[in-house]
């Protein structure tokens, strides 16, 4: 890939977009199954192909091997993704979450070991920090690492673990010190070799039949020392800043994937239309589905403008997300309700996969923070309120 | 875009002060809010330029594009500043160029703030439009436009007619011609004083007739001019969704019950939540469209739903978290809420609006 550089060394943005655009024109876009099972080995290849085009580390610094411009450059590439119907490549919680937080707090060895293969796509990281015991209450958590040698020992027990099953690597947060004043400054944050012994993942089967979550459990893990990242008893500040990418990132990559899935379905109405009249109903319906997703865009816009900045964490952040939650259920609710009596039973693959988003976005109230947990932190953080406690 | 970023911030910033400075009298602050009429506000405005803020420079305007004017209407909405600002801001500037003769002397009049001049759209109505739509007929213009904003104050006004089965003309009546009456409306908004405009056999020929229904640039300068009132009333309508929202947030934060603010308790938080999502939705899609060079109709008529919406549902949700003090008319704060209702039912409320962007959607005419 060739880019025009402007004078300040960066291209322009719409030019940036441009090139995306005629890249995945010719590009080889693979389709994705209906099974969740069937995609890991597709959307690795994908990867592969975006990052020997130079898609990959748009914004990442140029001496780790990124393209090293702005998140607008990434937002736009994102976006063309989204017009070229395409996937986000299989690294995408390494590419977002983790990677960021190596490049913050890694060693320069940390660093030349693990971020190469994290943007080729070669090795596929997945996030340790949910257990069955501390979701929302995540400084709860009971997974113990002890320093034996040079060595970390890991026992315990991670949840709603998305990829595992697929995935080299994984980031786990792990009590380091169980005596810690607050359990908050008690816990580490270890890059876990998922091929190591006395790791087991076993995949979560969810309502809609997908398995793209799953539990991890470590027993007697030895983690080499060298794979802790920043401080011993220091990871809860790296975790808020994964999450702080992670709430602010997502809602903006998510949006391109519920455009896409809006796009679909208004298609499907129209055929079925066939020129008819539509009804009220399905008109109000979608009128008002789409001025959310156009609020949400204008949103989104701003916190493209924040991420710029360094702006993240934010309070903002938990506003995205419940606007995320807001048109994802809006937007998966209509598609389900147009099935009508089959709705639990469709006739299409197509109808299938309505009631599999439908089922899948009921969870966007819980994940990243459940929705009562982000009306509490607007309540407190923007808005000022007093802590309820 | 940082240019007409940077504009709106400027105006925004100007007018804020402007505000604070002159609400802070009691005079114009009782005036303003209790009889819905500040004729020194009204003036200061004049004088502060805003008239001319979407003037075109050959006209000697402004020309600062609709960023900045959506600004200085989201600070109408937070300040409730009474007045026929969309007129005057909007459709003076918009309709100035094809204002000759005694019309044009008209509109400078109403450029300096020292005549009213107000818009009477059958369309503003949206469903609740008269059936009586006013037609020209050769020179004769005959009908009736239902709540026409400031009506009875107006001196003259700029009316959308038909001519038989063809689409919009735009003619300026002057209030005091014969044929010309208004009825005002007694309203629960205090700062909108709406009347109903009946035009019975109006002579309106030469300059008065500003376009033609068959003059190829009528439906286009027409649905240009909705399109932007929409877009400033949307803006209005966000700055009157961020007045309640704030009220109620500094409200939870004194009031005490059970030993502790209000605001402390979850269930109170979870409704202040919500309201911030749906400020800050309605802030971010109104600016976002109005920094665009020029706004599509349609999606216009999406965001003039959303905001409709948007802003009802927070003025329901402060009352909520105000209690009891909210159904009397003690507290302030109503007043926002009850404009919010006249600005929601202004050229289509949400299920309109979100009904005619359905079916655009779902027809192919507007792609997503």
Not at chain 1, 127 to 154: K, Y
Not at chain 1, 165 to 176: E, K
Not at chain 2, 275 to 295: D, I, K, N, T
Request: with cysteine; hydrophobic share 45%.
């Amino acid at each position: 890939m060739t880019l025009g550089m402007s004078t300040g060394g960066q291209p322009d943005v719409e030019e940036f977009r441009r090139q995306a655009r005629a890249w995945l024109a010719d590009a080889d876009i693979p389709v994705l199954p209906p099974d969740y099972g069937d995609r890991p080995q597709l959307l690795r290849a994908w990867h592969r192909t975006l990052y020997q085009a130079g898609w990959i580390g748009i914004q990442w610094p140029r001496e780790f091997g990124g393209l090293g411009l702005s998140v607008h450059h990434q937002l736009a590439f994102n976006e063309e993704l989204v017009r070229a119907r395409a996937p986000h490549p299989a690294g995408a919680i390494g590419l977002e979450i983790v990677g960021p937080t190596i490049l913050k707090y890694g060693t320069p060895e940390q660093q030349a070991r693990f971020i190469q293969p994290l943007l080729s796509g070669d090795e596929i990281w997945c996030q340790g920090f949910s257990e069955p015991d501390a979701g929302s209450d995540l400084a709860s958590l009971r997974t113990r690492a002890v320093v034996e040698g040079d060595d970390l020992v890991i026992n315990g027990h991670k949840v709603w673990t998305s990829w595992a099953s697929d995935a080299d690597w994984c980031a786990v947060l792990a009590r380091t010190d169980p005596a810690a004043a607050r359990p908050h400054s008690g816990i580490s944050y270890i890059l876990v070799d998922m091929r190591s012994a006395g790791v087991t993942v076993r995949p979560i089967v969810m309502v809609n039949g997908d398995a793209e979550f799953n539990e991890v459990l470590f027993d007697q893990v030895r983690v080499p020392a060298a794979n802790l990242l920043g401080d011993l008893n220091g990871g809860w500040a790296l975790a808020m800043d994964t999450l702080g990418w992670e709430r602010a990132g997502y809602p903006i990559r998510r949006r391109g994937d519920n455009e896409i899935v809006f796009r679909d379905l208004l298609d499907h109405m129209r055929q079925e239309l066939a020129g008819s009249e539509p009804d009220a109903h399905s008109a109000i319906a979608v009128g008002e589905l789409y001025a959310q997703l156009k609020a949400f865009e204008a949103l989104t816009t701003r916190t493209a403008q924040r991420l710029a900045a360094g702006q993240v964490p934010s309070p903002l952040d938990s506003l995205d997300k419940l606007w995320l939650t807001r048109t994802e259920q809006a937007l998966t609710s209509l598609g389900l309700d147009l099935l009508g009596a089959s709705r639990a039973a469709p006739a299409s693959d197509e109808g299938r996969m309505r009631v599999k988003r439908y089922l899948y976005g009921r969870a966007a109230s819980v994940y990243g923070g459940s929705s009562q947990i982000q009306n509490t932190l607007l309540a407190e953080r923007l808005l000022g309120l007093p802590r309820a406690r | 875009m940082t240019m007409t970023t940077d504009i709106a911030a400027d105006v925004s910033r100007a007018a804020d002060e402007l505000f604070r400075r002159e609400l802070a009298r009691p005079s114009v602050r009782q005036a303003a809010h209790d009889a819905g009429w500040s004729e020194e506000l009204w003036t200061a405005t004049a004088s502060a330029g805003w008239f001319d803020v979407l003037l075109g420079e050959e006209h000697g305007g402004l020309d600062l594009g609709s960023g900045a004017a959506a600004a200085l209407f989201t600070l109408l909405g937070r300040y409730l500043v009474p007045g026929p600002y969309l007129d005057h801001v909007v459709v003076i500037p918009a309709l100035y160029r094809f204002a000759l003769g005694h019309v044009r002397d008209r509109f400078d009049l109403a450029r300096t703030g020292r005549q009213l001049i107000v818009l009477a759209d059958p369309a503003a109505c949206g469903r609740g439009a008269s059936t009586d739509v006013p037609v020209l007929a050769g020179e004769d213009l005959t009908g009736t436009i239902p709540l026409v904003r400031f009506g009875a104050a107006a001196r003259g006004f700029v009316v959308i007619a038909r001519t038989g089965l063809h689409p919009d003309s735009v003619v300026f009546v002057d209030a005091a011609a014969q044929g010309v009456t208004t009825v005002p409306r007694p309203s629960f908004d205090l700062v909108s004083a709406q009347a109903d405009l009946h035009l019975d056999h109006v002579r309106a020929s030469g300059d008065a007739v500003l376009l033609r229904s068959d003059e190829i640039t009528t439906n286009e300068t027409v649905r240009r001019l909705r399109t932007t009132l929409r877009l400033m009333i949307a803006s209005e309508l966000a700055g009157l969704a961020r007045k309640l929202l704030d009220s109620s947030a500094d409200y939870a934060r004194l009031r005490e019950q059970f030993g502790r603010p209000i605001g402390a308790f979850q269930a109170v938080q979870q409704i202040l939540g919500e309201m911030a999502v749906l400020v800050h939705g309605a802030e971010a899609f109104s600016s976002e469209f109005a920094a665009r060079p020029e706004a599509d109709p349609v999606e216009t008529v999406a965001l003039k739903g959303f905001a409709s919406r948007a802003a009802r549902q927070v003025g329901e949700s402060a009352l909520q978290v105000h209690g009891g003090i909210a159904f009397t008319k003690e507290l302030e704060l109503n007043r926002w809420f009850l404009r919010v209702l006249t600005l929601q039912g202004l050229y289509g409320d949400d299920i309109e609006s979100f009904r005619e962007t359905g079916n655009a959607l779902l027809t192919g005419a507007l792609q997503p």
